[in-house]
């Protein structure tokens, strides 16, 4: 059974940060893009970044400058390095991934998602 647990969410003034970790565990052969999206009370869900298998990153114009992501493949982690955060930013975080579990195909998975707030 493969999942996805990430953690580091909380409440931040205006201009701190925060790093969001992604966990995969379980029978995993491979994966492929790792991505951040967040959804603002009251609004659709939208993707803010997204890695590659190979280290190829995309980011929401909005973010961009701010916000890092990177992965550790050994570690199976997505990371989400968020600076200088703005009341706007405020969404619950989740992270999605493609992964191959062993002995079999591609599938998207997704994680429960952490809350994030800036706020002062």
């Known amino acids: 059974q493969v999942q996805l647990v990430e953690s580091g969410g909380g409440l931040v003034q205006p201009g701190g940060s925060l790093r969001l970790s992604c966990a995969a565990s379980g029978s995993i052969f491979y994966i492929n893009a790792m991505r951040w999206y967040r959804q603002a009370p009251g609004k659709q869900r939208e993707l803010v970044a997204s890695i590659t298998g190979g280290g190829n990153t995309v980011y929401k114009d909005s973010v961009k400058g701010r916000f890092t992501i990177s992965r550790d493949n050994a570690k199976n982690t997505v990371y989400l390095q968020m600076n200088s955060l703005k009341p706007e930013d405020t969404a619950v975080y989740s992270c999605?991934?493609?992964?191959?579990?062993?002995?079999?195909?591609?599938?998207?998975?997704w994680g429960q998602g952490t809350p994030v707030t800036v706020s002062s």
């Open positions: 999605n991934a493609d992964i191959r579990p062993v002995g079999s195909g591609y599938y998207e998975y």
